[in-house]
């Protein structure tokens, strides 16, 4: 009897812990919300602490990312709380409104304290500015954000929950980032750390082995 064999594609290749981070109201639930769920919400509750959500995403052929998704509070209050998100965290998505300037110029506050809070491990950044559709309230001229990107070397798009331009690549700009460190040896695996996890890779199954192959094995 011939072997029996299993389906050769990845599962997902790699996990990566991502957190949302920025102002209050900047709108990071909606944003999170558009990409897991494809919904927006008119009104929606302030995120109290933090929210988990959860999505794979395919950055080639075959090659398949799972984002661990960490909606973080704006608020000071919940600070004490979300910074526990931050140690484990490969990525940050760094949020703010377009119609708020107070919330561009506090980005870097935001990026600071995740850097403080990730290190000596490494932390990769990219910049949102949220509710694009407001064009007629904007605050932060696209050129000095874009340029702000620039210097702090890290993605930038601008993107509307509301609408659903921009939002996918709003992430997959930053897994795609992520994805190349790793594979240029930037960034170094670490089994202790819940940043990078391994995905499973199916390896071909026979009569007398069908136990799936780890891709760090």
């Known amino acids: 009897m011939s072997d029996m064999v299993a389906r050769s594609e990845t599962i997902w290749a790699y ?29 929606s509750d302030p995120t109290v602490g933090v929210d988990f959500y959860s999505r ?6 075959g090659t398949r990312i799972k984002l661990q998704l960490w909606d973080t509070a704006g608020q ?43 290190a000596p491990r490494h932390v990769s950044f990219a910049l949102v500015g949220q509710k694009c559709d407001l064009e007629e309230h904007r605050q932060v001229p696209t050129e000095e954000a874009s340029n702000f990107a620039r210097l702090h070397k890290m993605p ?8 659903g331009k921009n939002v996918e690549k709003s992430f997959v700009m930053l897994t795609e980032l992520i994805y190349r460190l790793i594979q240029s040896g930037d960034i170094i695996m670490d089994e202790q750390w819940d940043g990078i996890k391994c995905g499973l890779v199916p390896k071909p199954l ?10 760090c094995a």
């Open 15 to 43: 996990q990566f812990r991502v957190v949302l981070l920025g102002d209050s109201t900047v709108g990071k639930s909606a944003l999170l919300r558009r990409f897991t769920d494809g919904c927006f919400l008119e009104v």
């Open 76 to 118: 000071e209050r919940f600070r004490s709380i979300t910074r526990s998100y931050y140690r484990s965290s490969v990525g940050a998505v760094l949020v703010y409104d377009i119609s708020n300037r107070q919330s561009f110029l506090h980005v870097v506050t935001w990026a600071e304290e995740a850097r403080l809070h990730v």
């Open 206 to 215: 026979t009569l007398d082995d069908d136990e799936n192959k780890s891709c």
């Open 56 to 61: 794979l995403i395919e950055i080639s052929p």
């Open 156 to 163: 930038f798009i601008e993107a509307s929950a509301k609408n």
